[in-house]
Each structure stands twice: as C-alpha cells, then as structure tokens.
C-alpha cells in the first residue's frame, strides 16, 4: 500500500468520559438562532494587521449552517499564507452538530476534512485528506448524544445565560474526542471596535485537553444583552496574540 493510498481505520469506541459527559444545554427560553447574520471581523497579530475573517450564520428550515472564512493579508499573506474554509450544520433546536467541513491552506499545508456525527450509533466519522501529500485518513471515535464543534461553540454559546461570575459548560467534538468546554463569565467591559462601541460581558473558555487547551489563554467578548453577539475574541499564546475585531455585522 502506497503512503497515496493509505487509509488508517480506528475502531469506534467511547470518546473520552462519553458515559459521564453532560449534555449540551438547550438554547435559553425565547432564544433563536439568526435567520440571516454575517460578521466580518479585523484580525491583529500581535500590533500588525493581519488577516479578515468572515462568519455567515444562515437557517434552514429545522437546522443552521455556519460558514467561515479566514484569509491573510498584507506583509504576513507573503511571509505565511492562510486560506481557511469553514462549514458547519446544527440543530436549532438543540445544537447538535450533524457535519463539520474544513478546508485549510496553511502555508504548504492543504488539508480537506469532513467530521460527521452519527448519533445513532453514537460515533463520530473523520474523513480527512492532505492535498500536498496525497495522503488519506478515515477514523472513528464514540460520542455522546449531542456535542457542538470548536466553531460552532463559539456562535452557540450565545444562546446560554451570561451572568458575571458563573460558568456554564459545552461538549465540543475536538475532533475525535469529546472534550468539555467551561466557559467562565469573568466580568464586564466597554469596548471601542471598527463597528461601534459596545457593553460587553467578557467570557474565558477553558479546557483540560484539545485545541481549547493548546492555544492557550482565550477570551471572547459579548455583548451584554440578549443577542450576545460575540464582537471580540483573542487567544494569547507563546507565539503572540492574536486578536479578532467586528468591523461589520449585517443580516444578511
């Protein structure tokens, strides 16, 4: 078997703690997903400009897609290229996330993935190719009955009660492993943005394991109503911060 042809197969079984994770909170009383909503934001690495990223949320009848966009621009599009593509499906309802698409280009890295969740039999499917290499992968992992994905979080926890001082948790797919996501209400703030000023309740994400857990300390402004839309996030790390700004919101 060629390394073009390779395939490695994972037998499905319990995603860490499957049996013990909670599961994921039902959007508050009165809260619904937006129709039409697109975010752009500024992306700052460390004091440069350094990319835009667009979020479209759009419903579809029971479910709601998400698409994003990242792409990098200037000074750091000639020293490190990113192109990503995001796609997700999710239960208005509960949201649950049924598929999870990437398409990544990281400098020479080109990567195509496609996590599905298949709740009936309790397992999550990765499909994933290496564009550059030609190199395939197909695994499995258990999952309990209803788990959100790293991005998808983000835009989900709008819909759970942010009271300063509490915390609230999400199972995240991540993504082959279920990992439990705390999100911390630390405090409010007044934030100055390309798209307006807002009052803003600021949120810290944290993690035992996972992608949460690796890039470091991470926070992600909302704002302080019953939308909370979240107009800022920023994750600091050992290579910088990195800092997502709204420079537009419109529903469409």
Known sequence: MTATHLRAQQTPAPAMGVATVAPLPAPRAGYSFPAKQTYTYAVDWRVFPAATATVHLEADGEKEHLTATGDTTGAINLIYRVSDKFQSTFDRDRGCTAEFDKQTIEGRRQINSTLKMDYTDGKSVLD?????????????????????????????????????????????????????????????????????????????????????????????????????????????????????????????
Request: aromatic letters at 8%; proline letters at 6%; charged letters at 20%.
């Open 128 to 252: 994933e190719k290496n564009l550059t290499t030609g190199q395939t992968k197909h695994l499995e992992a258990g999952i309990p009955n209803c788990v959100t994905d790293l991005l998808t979080g983000v835009f989900y926890a709008s819909s759970q009660p942010m009271t300063v001082g509490q915390s609230f948790q999400i199972p995240v797919s991540d993504p082959l492993k279920t990992v439990i996501v705390t999100m911390k209400v630390e405090g409010r703030e007044e934030l100055k943005l390309p798209s307006g000023t807002y009052k803003t309740v600021r949120v810290e994400p944290t993690a035992d394991a996972g992608v949460v857990k690796n890039r470091g300390q991470i926070w992600i402004w909302y704002t302080d109503d019953d939308r909370h839309l979240p107009v800022q996030m920023r994750a600091r790390s050992f290579w910088g911060t990195i800092t997502f700004r709204l420079a537009t919101l419109e529903n469409k």
